[in-house]
């Protein structure tokens, strides 16, 4: 095992997956103090030389930070056709739809989150209702409806040449999963509508 400097170890042992798991994690960061979180999938597609953009990004004011690949400056390689057609013509124009804001890269994992949006109470993030991939889609739309600033970077992202995909999201049935997700979330499932 290699030693690493780390502040904490997390180890979830409820119920849920990739929200369950963010939400923890945010959990931790809010009762430590942190100012913002940054997020990245941990399966090693995505260019850590970006990270600087999501910090100068929150330093100045921005509220929630999507990752791209697809806007200026950004790169992707070995993107799988279903993946990339089902981000581009589904995925990025429902939510942008639906939060009024254009986003173009919605499944991208790296991201970046104030903490006055993770503590809003309004978008209430720490509910186990969000306990598969739902909290993503829920904070990019609440975050452009409610006015929170919300901006992309661009960022890399490079998928193996060969071999398989390393995904969370398995055969048909994961992506059924998936797409019925975003249209919950997009049909306003999660929204608070009493403030």
């Known amino acids: 095992m290699r ?3 780390a ?8 119920p849920g997956k990739l929200s369950a798991q963010m939400r923890m994690a945010m959990d931790y960061c809010m009762a430590e103090g942190y100012a ?8 090693g597609k995505d260019g850590l030389g970006a990270i600087p953009s999501f910090v100068e990004a929150l330093e100045a004011g921005w509220d ?3 990752g791209s ?6 790169h992707h390689e070995n993107t799988p056709l279903s993946r990339y057609l089902a981000v581009r013509l589904l995925h ?5 739809l639906t939060s009024g804001f254009h986003y173009t890269d919605t499944t991208n994992g790296f991201r970046a989150y104030s903490r006055r949006l993770l503590v809003d109470p309004a978008i209430d993030i720490f509910r186990p ?20 600033r919300v901006k992309e970077v661009a960022v890399s992202r490079i998928y193996p040449a060969s071999g398989k995909t390393p995904t969370k999201i398995k055969g048909f049935g994961g992506l059924f999963a998936v797409l019925g997700q975003l249209f919950d979330v997009c049909r306003g499932r999660y929204r608070r509508t009493s403030e």
Do not use: W
């Open 36 to 43: 913002g979180v940054i997020v990245i999938d941990g399966n």
């Open 69 to 74: 690949r697809f806007i200026p400056g950004g």
């Open 129 to 148: 209702c969000f306990d598969r991939y739902q909290l993503h889609y829920h904070l990019a739309i609440e975050a452009a409806k409610r006015g929170f």
């Open 64 to 66: 929630h930070v999507q």
């Open 7 to 14: 502040k904490a170890l997390l180890v979830k042992t409820g």
């Open 92 to 96: 990025a124009p429902l939510i942008s």
């Open 3 to 5: 030693e690493v400097d």
